[in-house]
C-alpha cells in the first residue's frame, strides 16, 4: 500500500550563534506496508519514529530536508499528493492527548475531521456519532470537553477521529502511553480490528513487547537508521531468528524475557498481564 | 457550573474591588498631602494676593486644612461616601457635575476607539497569525510594532497636520463649531468633529491587541492541536477560524477589558492636542491649576472604571472557559 | 543523534537566529546610546541658540530639520531631547526594577508580605498610568527628579510580578534547598544562587521598561507636568509646535517625534530579542 524508498530526513539546528548545521534524523529508510496488517515501528525516543510518520503525513516543517521517495497505491507520494490525501486517505493518530483542542467538545471535533475526509455536514454529525459508540463512548462522554475525559477514553476518541475518515493508511504515534492493561488492550485490539478490515496499520512505539501481541511485522530503528524488518513471529526464544545484534538484545532486555518460546503466546492468552513495567 | 459559583466569584470580585478603590483613594489623597503646593493658595487661584493672613486661617479652618491629615481624610472619605466629591474652583462647579459632564462627552471618543481598536486589532492579529510570514502578516507585524512605539499625542499631531490643515477635511478642535451652544448642534457635526480623534484613539489601541492575537495564533498554529488538524487535510485558513476563533477570542477580550487605563491615558493625550472638552482636559486642567478635589474625584472615578474594567477580565475567564469551570469544586 | 536537539518537529517555521539579530541590535544600540550620551556635550549650547534671522525656517540645506519660532535649530533641539528622554528613561527604568526586585523579594518572605505587595499592585494597575504619573508629579512639584520618581514609581509592577514568580519557584528548587540544610547563610544563598538566576530577568525587565518610560516622560512633559519648557525635552517642542500647528509649520511637529518614535522603536525591539535569546 505504502513504499517508503530511501528517504533520509534532515533538520536544521544552530550549532552556535550564527552557524546553521543540519542534523540527520532519518538516514536512507526503505520500507514496504501492505493493506491488512499491523507494522510495528519500534526504536527508543530520538530514534526518528515519530518524524517519520509526519515525513509520510507531509506534515514536516517546510525547512526540513527530505530525499528519496514515497509511493502510495504505487503512485508517487509527492507534497500535492499528501495534501490532497491527508485525512480521506491517510490518518494519523497522534501521541499527544493535547491534540484534542480542549475547547471543543467531542463530538463536534469528530465531525468536523469527517468534514475534513469530504462527508457533507450532516452526514459528517451522524458518522461522529456512530465512530464514537462505535469506541464505546456514550453520549456524556460525547458532549464533554476534553480536559473531562480519562487518558483512555481520549485515545479512543483519537482513534474514533481517524476511524471516520475511513482512510486506508493509519499511523498511531505511541497510541499505549500512559494507558493501563486494560485501556492499553482495548486500544491495540481496535487497531488490529483495522487491519483486518483491510486497512494499513503502522503502529509507531518504543515498547515491543506490547507491539508484538497484535503486529505482523516488525521494524527495528536506531538513530534514524533502520536496523532489521523482520516479521513478529521472529521475536521468540532467544531471538536467533534475528539477524541483528540490536533487535535481538532489545528481544532479550525485556523484563518477562525468560527464554521460553512461549512467552508471547502466554501473553497473548491472558489479558491480565504479568509485567507492569 | 452553577449559579452560586458564579454569584461567589462575583461577590469576592466586588469586595477585591471596593479594597483596591479605597487603597486608591488613600495614595492618592496621601500624594494631595504630600504636594508643596499650598491648598489655599490653590483655592483662592489669582486673587492669592487680595487676601490676608487672617483670612487665610479663616479659609484653613472652613476647609479643614488646620487639621491633621488622618482627620482631613477621613472628613473626605465621609463626604465621599455620601456622594459629594467636593467643589472644583477651576470650572465653579460641583465636581460630580463636572466628571459627570466630561464623561459623557469622552464616553463617544473612548467607546468608539475601544469597539474599533478591539475589533480591527482581533481581526488583524488573526489574519497575521494565521498566515505567519506571508508578506501580509509582515505588514501587519511591523505596523503593530511602530504604533506600539508611537508617542499618542504624536499621532494626534501628525493627524491634525495631515487631515486638518493640509487636507482639511476634519475640523482642528473641540466637539463642536466654537461660539455655537451644545444643544445646538448637530448629531453629524458632533460626528464630524469626533472621527479624527477616535481614529487616532484606535488605530494606537489596536497594535496591542494585534500583537497578543498573533501571539496567541501562533501558539495555537504551532501546537498539538493544529498539527492534528493538518494531519485531517485541514487548510491553514480552517484551522484558523474554528480552532484560532476559539482559542484567541477570549484572550482578546480580557486584555481589551484589561487595557482600559492606557485607553484612557491615551485618551488624555488625544483630547489635549484636539482640545476636545472631555474628562481628559478636565483631568489636564485640574492638574495645571491645582484643583486638587477635582483631581481626586478624577482618581477615584477613573480607578473605579479601570478597575471594573480589570475584575471583568479577570472574571471572564472563570465563567467562560470551560476548563476553568470544571477545574471549580 | 546530534547532541544538539533539533528544532522541534512540530514548530511549521524556522525561527530567525535570535541571538545574532540580538547582537545585532545590541551593537546598534550601543552606538545609539554612545550618540546620545555624549549628544550633550558634542552640542554644546546649540539647542538654545537663536538666529534671529533664521526663524520659522523650512528644512533645507542649511537648516536640516528646519528652526523654530526663535530661531534655533530643530536637529540640534532634537537630538538634545532625545538624549534628555534617553538619560530621564534609564534612570526611570533602573530605579523602578530596583523597586521591583526589592518588592518581589519583601513578597516572597511572609504571606501577609505578599498580600499587600499584590494589594499594592492591583491599586497601583487601576489607575490609568497617566493620571498616576499626573498625580506624582503634582505631588512632588513637577521637575527632572519629579518625572524620574514619578515613571520609576509607576512601572515596577508587572516586572515585581515576573519576579516574584520567579523566586517562589527558585525558593523551592532543590540546590537552593540543599545549599540551605547544608548551613549555608541566606546571605549566600541570595548572592549565590538567587542572583545570578534573577540578573538576566532584571537587566531584560528593565529594557522592556525603557521604552514605556521614555513614552510616558515624554507624555507627562507634553501635557506640562513634567521637564520644565526651559530645557528640549521631547515633549516640550512637540508642546511647542502645537502652536504653529495651523500655520504649516508642519516641521516643528513631525521630527522631534519622529525621532522619539525611532528611539523607542530601537530599544523596544532590543529589549524583546534580548528577551527571546535568554
Known amino acids: 500500500m505504502l513504499t517508503i524508498d530511501r528517504l533520509s530526513l534532515q533538520l536544521p539546528f544552530y550549532a552556535s550563534w550564527w552557524r546553521r548545521d543540519w542534523t540527520t534524523c532519518i538516514e536512507a529508510f526503505s520500507l514496504p506496508f501492505s493493506a491488512g496488517e499491523v507494522h510495528a515501528v519500534v526504536g527508543a525516543s530520538g530514534a526518528g ?76 454529525q451522524h458518522s461522529a456519532r456512530q465512530a464514537l459508540d462505535h469506541y464505546q463512548l456514550d453520549a456524556r462522554a460525547q458532549q464533554a470537553f476534553a480536559h473531562e475525559l480519562s487518558g483512555g477514553m481520549a485515545r479512543r476518541v483519537l482513534t474514533a477521529m481517524a476511524h471516520v475518515s475511513q482512510a486506508q ?75 541483528d545484534a540490536y533487535s535481538q538484545a532489545l528481544w532479550l532486555a525485556l523484563p518477562d524475557n525468560n527464554f521460553s518460546p512461549d512467552v508471547i503466546r502466554a501473553q497473548e492468552q491472558t489479558p491480565k498481564e504479568a509485567n507492569i513495567a | 457550573m452553577d449559579v452560586r459559583l458564579i454569584t461567589l466569584l462575583i461577590a469576592k470580585r466586588l469586595l477585591r474591588l471596593t479594597l483596591v478603590l479605597l487603597c486608591v483613594a488613600l495614595v492618592s489623597f496621601g500624594l494631595m498631602m504630600a504636594s508643596p503646593i499650598d491648598p489655599i493658595d490653590a483655592y483662592l487661584g489669582p486673587q492669592m494676593a487680595q487676601v490676608s493672613p487672617e483670612q487665610r486661617t479663616l479659609i484653613a479652618q472652613r476647609w479643614g486644612f488646620d487639621e491633621p491629615p488622618a482627620v482631613q481624610f477621613g472628613h473626605w472619605l465621609r463626604q465621599l461616601v455620601s456622594g459629594d466629591l467636593g467643589w472644583s474652583h477651576v470650572y465653579n462647579q460641583p465636581v460630580s457635575e463636572v466628571i459627570g459632564q466630561r464623561f459623557q462627552r469622552s464616553i463617544a471618543l473612548l467607546g468608539g476607539a475601544w469597539l474599533l481598536s478591539a475589533l480591527l486589532g482581533f481581526g488583524l492579529g488573526l489574519v497575521a497569525g494565521a498566515k505567519e510570514g506571508s508578506a501580509l502578516d509582515r505588514v501587519i507585524s511591523t505596523y503593530a510594532y511602530i504604533t506600539a512605539s508611537t508617542p499618542a499625542f504624536w499621532l494626534a499631531i501628525l493627524a491634525v497636520l495631515l487631515f486638518s490643515v493640509t487636507l482639511g477635511w476634519t475640523p482642528t478642535c473641540c466637539a ?58 485541514a487548510s491553514r485558513m480552517e484551522v484558523a ?22 485607553l484612557f491615558g491615551g485618551s488624555i493625550l488625544i483630547e489635549q492636542v484636539f482640545a476636545y472638552p472631555g474628562l481628559g482636559q478636565a483631568t489636564v486642567a485640574a492638574g495645571l491649576r491645582s484643583d486638587i478635589p477635582l483631581l481626586l474625584g478624577i482618581a477615584l472615578f477613573t480607578a473605579l472604571f479601570v478597575s471594573v474594567g480589570n475584575t471583568i477580565a479577570d472574571t471572564l475567564y472563570g465563567i467562560i472557559d470551560p476548563r476553568i469551570k470544571a477545574g471549580e469544586p | ?176 534547598r540543599i545549599s540551605r540544610a547544608l548551613g549555608k547563610s541566606r546571605w549566600f544563598v541570595l548572592q549565590a544562587h538567587l542572583l545570578p538566576h534573577l540578573l538576566p530577568h532584571c537587566l531584560v525587565g528593565a529594557l522592556l521598561l525603557f521604552p514605556h518610560a521614555i513614552l510616558h516622560e515624554a507624555a507627562l512633559t507634553f501635557l506640562g507636568f513634567g521637564l520644565s519648557p526651559s530645557q528640549p525635552a521631547i515633549g516640550v517642542l512637540l508642546a511647542d509646535a502645537m502652536r504653529y500647528l495651523s500655520g504649516g509649520y508642519w516641521w516643528l511637529g513631525v521630527f522631534p517625534g519622529l525621532g522619539l518614535l525611532l528611539m523607542v522603536l530601537g530599544f523596544e525591539r532590543l529589549a524583546s530579542h534580548l528577551r527571546r535569546a535568554l
Open chain 3, 1 to 176: 543523534m546530534s547532541q544538539v536537539k533539533p528544532l522541534h518537529y512540530q514548530s511549521t517555521r524556522l525561527p530567525a537566529q535570535p541571538r545574532l539579530m540580538a547582537i545585532l541590535n545590541l551593537s546598534i544600540a550601543a552606538l545609539l546610546v554612545v550618540g546620545l550620551v555624549t549628544s550633550q556635550w558634542l552640542l554644546g549650547d546649540l539647542p538654545q541658540q537663536m538666529q534671529f534671522d533664521a526663524r520659522l525656517v523650512p528644512p533645507s540645506s542649511h537648516h536640516w530639520l528646519g528652526t523654530d519660532a526663535l530661531g534655533r535649530e530643530l536637529w540640534a533641539r532634537t537630538l538634545a531631547g532625545l538624549g534628555l528622554s534617553f538619560w530621564v528613561g534609564s534612570l526611570a527604568a533602573m530605579l523602578s526594577t530596583l523597586i521591583a526586585l526589592s518588592l518581589a523579594a519583601l513578597a516572597t518572605l511572609s504571606r501577609r508580605l505578599d498580600t499587600l505587595v499584590s494589594l499594592l499592585i492591583d491599586t497601583l494597575l487601576s489607575v490609568p498610568h497617566l493620571i498616576l504619573l499626573m498625580l506624582i508629579a503634582f505631588a512632588l512639584g513637577g521637575g527632572t527628579q519629579a518625572v524620574i520618581i514619578a515613571v520609576a514609581v509607576t512601572h515596577w509592577p508587572s516586572l515585581a510580578r515576573v519576579l516574584r514568580a520567579e523566586l517562589l519557584q527558585l525558593r523551592q528548587a532543590h540546590y537552593v
Open chain 1, 49 to 124: 519514529k515519530s518524524l517519520l510518520a509526519y515525513a509520510i503525513m507531509g506534515l514536516l516543517p517546510p525547512a526540513a530536508r527530505l530525499t528519496g521517495q514515497l509511493f502510495y497505491q504505487d503512485q508517487p507520494l509527492d507534497d500535492a499528493r499528501q495534501r490532497q490525501l491527508r485525512g480521506r486517505e491517510l490518518a494519523l493518530i497522534p501521541q499527544s492527548l493535547n491534540a484534542l483542542d480542549p475547547l471543543v467538545r467531542i463530538h463536534r471535533q469528530v465531525a468536523w475531521a469527517a468534514q475534513r475526509a469530504g462527508h457533507p455536514s450532516t452526514i459528517a
Open chain 2, 176 to 233: 463642536g463649531p466654537t461660539g455655537t451652544l451644545s444643544q445646538e448642534v448637530t448629531l453629524a457635526t458632533r460626528l464630524h468633529h469626533l472621527i479624527l480623534p477616535v481614529t487616532t484613539l484606535a488605530l494606537l489601541g489596536v497594535a496591542n491587541i494585534t500583537l497578543h492575537t498573533r501571539t496567541r495564533m501562533l501558539e495555537l498554529m504551532r501546537s498539538d492541536v493544529a498539527t492534528h488538524a493538518f494531519a485531517q487535510g
Open chain 2, 241 to 262: 477560524w474554528r480552532h484560532g476563533l476559539r482559542h484567541a477570542s477570549l484572550p482578546a477580550i480580557t486584555l481589551a477589558f484589561a487595557s482600559l487605563g492606557e
Open chain 1, 169 to 243: 493508511l493509519i499511523i498511531a504515534d505511541e497510541p499505549t502511553v500512559g494507558l493501563d492493561p486494560l485501556q492499553r488492550n482495548r486500544v491495540l485490539a481496535a487497531l488490529r480490528t483495522l487491519a483486518d478490515q483491510g486497512k494499513s496499520v503502522i503502529l509507531i512505539t518504543h515498547d515491543l513487547r506490547h507491539a508484538l501481541p497484535i503486529a505482523d511485522q516488525v521494524t527495528i530503528m536506531r538513530d534514524g537508521k533502520q536496523v532489521e524488518t523482520a516479521s513478529a513471529s521472529a521475536f521468540q526464544g532467544t531471538g536467533s531468528a534475528l539477524t
